[in-house]
């Protein structure tokens, strides 16, 4: 199983671009890279999901590059309700391979 | 709404008491999961369920029992608990994708345990 690691804790003021970096140097040939955000008290939410290059949606943007090694989610303009933990996930997510294991996650929190 | 509904949100329970948690889904979804989150600590995976079979048990203690009677509805029979086992237990399911492999999780809103 490929191993995340990511910043601990972040701050960021209203209206500014997040972006948070998450490292898998052991990422495997079959494995995507999934983000996910929680607020207290509730079950965690997909944000985003990639396997290589760039990926867009209506919430974030996942930068991946070549060598896949290393990836980053970049919120763009938060604001005070996108504090929450951010998880990144890397795993096959092929049939049967659905063991998704969380890491400690970015605990991210916007100032006024 | 998240699509998966947990119930109770919140459980006390005495270290003798035997209880059960409860999650729906109502997704469509054939794979469910059981994870728990203690304070400050990162979700812990417990139990797998793909198609009803179980198919991961991450070193759980047998006070902790699962069941998955169909793809829909997945239970947490508890039973002679430790305070130590007070946590939010989070459900979530996952689907299978066109290309025949695994969707991201949904997650429920959390059972708030605290066990005394």
């Known amino acids: 199983l490929a191993k995340t690691t990511q910043p601990i804790s972040m701050d960021s003021y209203e209206g500014q671009e997040v972006n948070i970096t998450c490292s898998h140097n052991n990422i495997a040939t079959n494995d995507y890279i999934t983000w996910y955000q929680q607020f207290p008290s509730q079950g965690p939410r997909f944000i985003i999901q990639?396997?290589?290059t760039k990926v867009t949606n209506e919430v974030a943007s996942l930068f991946i590059p070549a060598d896949r090694k290393s990836s980053t989610l970049s919120l763009p303009r938060v604001s005070l309700s996108d504090t929450a933990v951010y998880y990144c996930l890397v795993g096959d997510l092929g049939v049967g391979g659905n063991q998704f294991y969380f890491g400690t996650g970015t605990s991210l929190t916007v100032i006024p | 709404e998240t699509g998966v509904t947990q119930t109770p949100r919140h459980l006390v329970m005495g270290m003798t008491n035997k209880k059960s948690l409860k999650c729906e889904q109502h997704?469509?979804?054939?794979?469910m999961y059981w994870y728990k989150q203690s304070a400050k600590k990162p979700l812990e995976l417990m139990f797998v369920y793909n198609f009803k079979e179980q198919t991961e048990n991450n070193s759980v203690p047998s006070r902790f029992s699962p069941e998955c009677p169909n793809s829909s509805h997945l239970f947490l029979h508890l039973h002679t608990l430790q305070p130590e086992d007070s946590a939010l237990y989070l459900c979530a399911s996952s689907g299978t994708t066109l290309r025949g492999g695994n969707s991201p999780l949904h997650f429920g809103n959390g059972t708030r345990l605290t066990v005394t």
């Open positions: 990639g396997y290589k």
């Open positions: 997704l469509g979804h054939n794979a």
